[in-house]
């Protein structure tokens, strides 16, 4: 992907924060025993270091939003083929909740 000197559009900053998420992705991929440096995510992304600080304050933060992103990912992937009541039911068995909040799961099924 080519890196546009400047960022101006929110097209262009999101390809930017992508490419950033994407390169400390591969290097976790490369070398999964060792952290990448915000100095390293920021050469194998084609950006200056302080490039990186714009987008996430801490190279702890740009590691994070990648988890963030790939449990959205797996959410999605598992909860797709679901009806809203049976993800809704799902998550809350995941939660440690039970079935027997039975008037929460009535309201869901009548929006549902």
Known sequence: MAIRQRAIHAK??????DALLDAALGLLAQAPDRVPSVADVAVAA???????????PSKEELLLARE???????LRKVLAPLSAVEAMELLLDKMGKTKSNGDFLAS?????
């Not at 262009?12 to 924060?17: D, G, L, V």
């Not at 869901?108 to 549902?112: E, L």
């Open 12 to 17: 262009h900053k999101q390809e930017r924060c």
């Open 46 to 56: 084609g950006l200056a270091k302080g490039t990186v600080y714009l987008y996430f």
């Open 68 to 74: 963030d992103l790939n449990r959205v990912w797996v």
């Open 108 to 112: 869901m099924q009548k929006v549902g």
